[in-house]
């Protein structure tokens, strides 16, 4: 018997709606109070049985709640058509998505620390930059070769990253992702603290900087462009890593995290399975950063630093480790609620913090833990 | 190169070496006790600096002026509350999280580090600028040839080194420290054995957070200046070195500190621009980490399956 499929679709069209009602409202107190409606209704839901209703028919009918999740962010979209800021959102939510998918891969599935995603991402954004500026290169192969640079760049971390464990291959991002933003800071050929200027992402003399004109009174944002390629990057990024968790390299991955000595026992080769996680992640991470980088025009050291690799870790451990539904909704949270908040801007940084905090002490899974592989509808329930 | 060129970048190597391995000193007692890093060391630096300016603010309003007394009251009054601060994050952020994985702990104590941080920037006056920090040490200095040693710093060494000694003293020498040692290498059994778990490891957070509570006092006798960002370095870099010279090894950390300092001073004289002193430095700890896995001065140890 299968679950019923109404709970999942409900949940994902309310979310749709309270993302969208989110970015559509202005005034600060009407966010205010979407923000204290929102919690309240996540409790009282988190009350009944429903949660279990939604897992269950997102394992029995994952195709068509798919295809309306895309559905409701293309819906999205359309409804903000002219609006620049909302776009820019939307694109900024699933470009981070795809980034922390990336990052899932390595921190979720292999067990293989992290903590200079955003320098990955930023290796992305930088080669998207000097390569649209300075060669003839058509721009799909400029940020595919962000991914590569990145995953290129990583690789200089494998070595050390292998024979350390713990706190000691922390240290070792830790140490990469100070160093990245150090030497963005004082190479001249990379500009400096100021930056570079990124031009905008064309293909087929498409340019996606130019508004899309429909007809003489109406003109669509040229956000609309990024926002459709991130989320379809989103789609594509999802679809592969959800693959990959399902087949036996992600169970592999998860049999080298959980235990490393047993699984080396058993024959796995832990370096090869850390290798194509981090290798897969980082990839990830670049092709996120170098659209990011053409959509917003410039890139800075500042937007590569530490803290905005925390951010990235933050948005995983939110969501729940390891479980790839709770990544877009933990990255909207994170990323919209300063944004919108202009009333606790200042305090945006004091007060995520707390939230962060206050999660970890009192669910230390995430807001939506992993849950088990179910290869068939209904497997494991009963 | 001139021979006292050398002496006087030694000696400032030196000067960063002792701050560096002060904080060091702090992650390796919070790991060798229970086994996490807390993250938010390097901003309960910064909190120490500020506190010692307000105590110093107060104090001068209250018409004291005699160094001799502001100096030592200032770094006791900040050491004392940061030890309070340090105490308190243990107990109520990382001593909750035991069973939690590692990962959990040290992202709920970088976040307590970011909100120590914010919360310095927003709630002291205007808290984003740069604040002058009075000179208190005397401002003299001595010429040994062509070597010129600065009172102020002189007396920093001696103190952070002297601090070095008497926590390596409390560890090794002392009831505490011989209980600290205990829970280090057995929580259980020495629980058994009739050593409060709790009061332990309070103490050794309270005592390796006013470590860093002297390293900002003493960054801003010598710069003269703090600012709210001003830990967030100092942290990684007392990470850094803590992790180089093996985690859980005092040794290990003075070592790391002085490595680092070194290596600091290094890369500065061999670039052209003295911004890449960093990065190289940082190029260097990911090498000696690929080179030696568990730091300088690791315990050699099987694993136990």
């Keep these: 018997m299968r679950a019923p499929i109404w709970p999942a679709a409900l949940a994902t069209l309310a979310m749709a709606a309270a993302g969208g009602l989110f970015l559509y409202v202005e005034q600060q107190w009407a966010v205010a109070c979407l923000v204290a409606g929102a919690a309240l209704a996540l409790a009282l839901v ?5 949660p279990a209703g939604i897992q269950a028919a997102w394992s029995d009918h994952p195709r068509v709640l798919a295809a309306l999740a895309t559905l409701c962010s293309a819906g999205l979209i359309a409804f903000f058509r002219e609006d620049h800021f909302a776009l820019l959102m939307l694109a900024k939510v699933m470009l981070f998505a795809v980034a922390c998918l990336g990052l899932t891969i390595q921190f979720g599935y292999a067990g293989v620390v992290n903590f200079s995603g955003a320098a ?6 930088y080669t998207a930059a000097a390569l649209a500026a300075r060669s003839g290169l058509p721009h799909p192969v400029v940020i595919f070769t962000g991914g590569v640079l990145a995953a290129l760049v990583g690789s200089v971390l494998v070595l050390p990253l292998l024979r350390t464990r713990g706190h000691y291959a922390a240290l070792i991002t830790v140490a990469f992702a100070i160093l990245f933003k150090t030497f963005l800071e004082v190479s001249d050929m990379l500009g400096g603290p100021q930056g570079l200027k990124v031009p905008g992402f064309t293909v087929l003399g498409w340019s996606f900087n130019s508004n899309i004109e429909i007809s003489e009174a109406s003109e669509l944002s040229f956000y609309v462009s990024y926002a459709l390629l991130a989320s379809a990057l989103f789609v594509v990024a999802y679809v592969l890593v959800r693959r990959l968790e399902r087949s036996w390299l992600g169970l592999s991955l998860d049999v080298v995290r959980i235990d490393e000595t047993s699984a080396a026992v058993f ?42 690799s925390l951010i990235f870790v933050s948005i995983i451990i939110l969501g729940g480790l390891g479980n790839l539904a709770g990544i877009l909704p933990a990255t909207a949270v994170v990323v919209l609620l300063p944004e919108k908040l202009q009333l606790i801007q200042e305090y945006r940084f004091l007060l995520f913090s707390v939230v962060v905090i206050l999660v970890l002490l009192f669910r230390p899974g995430g807001l939506l833990p992993r849950t088990l592989r179910s290869y068939r509808p209904g497997w494991g329930r009963r | 190169m001139d021979l006292s ?26 790991f060798g006790v229970l086994d996490v890093i807390k993250f938010s060391h390097g901003d309960v630096l910064t909190v120490g600096a500020f506190t010692a300016l307000v105590t110093y603010l107060t104090l001068a309003h209250a018409g004291i002026q005699s160094p001799w007394l502001l100096v030592p009251a200032v770094a006791l009054v900040a050491m004392l509350s940061m030890g309070l601060l340090g105490a308190l994050i243990a107990r109520f952020l990382v001593l909750p999280l035991r069973e939690a994985p590692p990962i959990n702990v040290l992202l709920t104590t970088l976040m307590a580090g970011t909100a120590l941080r914010e ?25 040994l040839g062509g070597l010129t040693m600065r009172y102020d710093s002189l007396i920093l060494i001696a103190t952070g080194l002297l601090a070095i000694v008497v926590v390596h003293m409390l560890v090794t020498r002392s009831k505490l420290g011989l209980a600290i040692r205990a829970v280090a290498q057995d929580s259980e059994t020495a629980r058994i ?10 103490l050794t957070f309270a005592m390796g957070s006013s470590m860093a509570a002297l390293a900002g006092v003493s960054v801003g006798l010598y710069y003269n200046e703090i600012n709210f960002g001003m830990g967030v370095l100092l942290g990684v870099i007392g990470f850094s070195a803590a992790v180089v010279g093996g985690l859980g090894n005092l040794y290990g950390a003075i070592v790391g500190g002085f490595l680092f300092a070194a290596l600091q001073t290094l890369g500065a004289v061999w670039f052209e621009v003295p911004a890449y002193k960093d990065v190289f430095a940082f190029a260097v700890v990911i090498l000696l980490m690929a080179w030696k896995p568990t730091g300088l001065l690791a315990e050699r140890q099987a694993e136990r399956v």
């Design chain 2, 5 to 30: 060129i050398v002496g006087q970048y030694v000696f400032n190597g030196l000067m960063l070496g002792v701050i560096y391995a002060l904080v060091a000193v702090g992650f390796t007692l919070f």
């Design chain 2, 119 to 143: 919360a310095v920037r927003l709630f002291y006056p205007s808290g984003s600028n740069p604040k002058p920090f009075p000179r208190l040490l005397p401002t003299g200095s001595i010429a």
């Design chain 1, 46 to 50: 988190g009350r009944t049985g429903l």
């Design chain 1, 267 to 308: 024959g796995f080769e832990v370096a090869r399975w850390k290798i194509l996680a981090f290798m897969a992640g980082n990839f990830l991470a670049g092709v996120a950063g170098a659209i990011y980088a053409m959509m917003t025009g410039f890139v800075a050291p500042a937007s590569f630093t530490l803290s905005e």
């Design chain 1, 120 to 125: 990955f991402f930023g290796v992305g954004a």
């Design chain 2, 193 to 202: 054995m009739g050593i409060h778990f709790q009061q332990t490891v309070l």
